[in-house]
């Protein structure tokens, strides 16, 4: 018993360990952190006095165990309140890792991947360039990506894809083309999967589907000319497709996207943001930029957990991005880049920014606020999709397909590998 007490005590190492971190610490950082060091000598300097006596006596105190697991507990609150300091201190640095994925399997993309979407188990669909819509399965460990089935459709060109169940799509094309795809696989036995296509529309109408959004599970929006969003619900079960309402804009809408069921944030040429609200009939301004020459080109949702990035790409190669929690929509920063920015995936703690100059864009967040890494990745990449764990697949405009982890601190472990006691 002593042995064990006096191993878990060394594991705490000395009462001095985080000396460094207190007298560090400015009036901004948090005064619970200064509290806690103090405590945490206090009562490691008193249990190594305690577990001595112990030691020399045979015998100790019956509440040692406790007491071990209070101050294990203050260093976790340390650590935890230690962790956001330290990547602010190194978050411009953060290494990173890109590793090119082996192809595997019989079936191959002719085209340039446009859109994806995440079906389970490491499974997704794609649609390309050359109108195929494929099934593939990526392998972490193995770094392999199988592309398991692919069909080729008949579309001018694909506009959209969206997930509508586990295993099925809507695909909507330019042309007003309109094609419900079931995704027929077996995570145990891939090699028997198909894609089983329907065609419901031809030509919709003389607008064809431009710029469409899903506002929720069946409704959707798109843009009609260059100033009107129409609002349509399609109906799976009736094989139809019903016009609800249009939102007129007095300039040109550069792009858009859905906040919620009842509001839709419209960017337009002039460079201002717009929130169109209480059933698609009240516009209220958010942002209105006084530069004549910056326009908005672009921009994306990013969704996980309970929050939601808004990133809104500019013509001068900055960008502003936004917070999303509920119906409150809050402007975080703007950050300058020197290229023009058109994609972003995020798993909300990392995020990777594309740019038409094959200059990619790794940013971290830290205390509600994304930070960008001094190194860019540099490929041309047509999308990007977040897998979660701070790692983003990368599809290029060649047909390869990358996976850059970001190694971000977030754990203890990961806290004490990086050296951050000074010595």
């Given at each position: 018993m002593l042995t064990k007490n006096k191993n878990i005590l060394e594991k705490l190492a000395n009462e001095n360990k985080y000396d460094s971190w207190e007298k560090d610490l400015g009036k901004k950082d948090s005064e619970d952190l200064k509290e806690d060091i103090k405590s945490y000598k206090k009562y490691v300097k008193l249990l190594r006095e305690q577990l001595e006596k112990g030691m020399s006596s045979g015998s100790i105190k019956k509440d040692l165990d406790e007491?071990?697991?209070?101050?294990?507990?203050?260093?976790?609150?340390?650590?935890?309140?230690?962790?956001?300091?330290?990547?602010?201190?190194?978050?411009?640095?953060?290494?990173?890792?890109?590793?090119?994925?082996?192809?595997?399997?019989?079936?191959?993309?002719?085209?340039?991947?446009?859109?994806?979407?995440?079906?389970?188990?490491?499974?997704?669909?794609?649609?390309?360039?050359?109108?195929?819509?494929?099934?593939?399965?990526?392998?972490?460990?193995?770094?392999?990506?199988?592309?398991?089935h692919l069909e080729k459709l008949e579309?001018?060109?694909?506009?959209?894809?969206?997930?509508?169940?586990?295993?099925?799509?809507?695909?909507?094309?330019?042309?007003?083309?309109?094609?419900?795809?079931?995704?027929?696989?077996?995570?145990k036995e891939l090699g028997n999967s198909k894609i089983y296509v329907e065609k419901i529309s031809s030509k919709y109408d003389e607008y064809g589907f431009d710029m469409v959004r899903r506002i929720s599970k069946n409704y959707f929006a798109r843009r009609i000319g260059e100033k009107e969003i129409e609002i349509f619900e399609i109906d799976l079960s009736n094989r139809k497709i019903v016009n609800k309402r249009k939102v007129l804009m007095k300039h040109t809408i550069a792009d858009y996207i859905a906040l919620d069921e009842e509001r839709i944030l419209i960017g337009d040429k002039t460079g201002n943001l717009f929130i169109v609200s209480n059933n698609f009939?009240?516009?209220?301004?958010?942002?209105?930029?006084?530069?004549?020459?910056?326009?908005?080109?672009?921009?994306?949702?990013?969704?996980?957990?309970?929050?939601?990035?808004?990133?809104?790409?500019?013509?001068?190669?900055?960008?502003?991005?936004?917070?999303?929690?509920?119906?409150?929509?809050?402007?975080?920063?703007?950050?300058?880049?020197?290229?023009?920015?058109?994609?972003?995936?995020?798993?909300?703690?990392?995020?990777?920014?594309?740019?038409d100059s094959g200059k990619n864009y790794i940013l971290e967040e830290n205390n509600g606020k994304f930070y960008l890494n001094k190194k860019a990745v540099e490929n041309f990449y047509a999308d990007s999709f977040s897998i979660g764990e701070f790692e983003h697949i990368l599809f290029d405009v060649d047909g390869n397909v990358d996976i850059i982890t970001i190694d971000r601190i977030n754990t203890a472990e990961k806290l004490y590998n990086s050296n951050f006691i000074k010595k």
């Open positions: 007491k071990i697991k209070a101050v294990k507990e203050i260093e976790s609150n340390i650590v935890e309140k230690i962790i956001p300091i330290h990547r602010k201190e190194n978050i411009e640095e953060t290494p990173f890792y890109l590793k090119r994925l082996d192809h595997v399997g019989s079936y191959e993309i002719s085209g340039i991947v446009n859109e994806t979407e995440y079906l389970g188990d490491f499974i997704f669909v794609s649609t390309t360039s050359d109108g195929e819509v494929a099934i593939y399965k990526l392998d972490k460990d193995e770094k392999t990506i199988k592309w398991i579309i001018s060109a694909i506009s959209s894809m969206f997930k509508i169940s586990k295993n099925q799509v809507i695909i909507l094309g330019v042309s007003g083309e309109v094609f419900l795809c079931k995704l027929d696989f077996d995570e009939e009240r516009i209220s301004t958010i942002y209105e930029d006084s530069d004549s020459l910056r326009k908005i080109i672009g921009m994306v949702k990013t969704e996980s957990k309970n929050i939601s990035y808004i990133w809104v790409f500019l013509s001068d190669g900055g960008f502003l991005y936004y917070s999303l929690k509920g119906d409150r929509l809050d402007f975080i920063d703007k950050i300058e880049v020197d290229d023009k920015v058109f994609f972003a995936s995020s798993d909300n703690e990392t995020a990777f920014i594309l740019s």
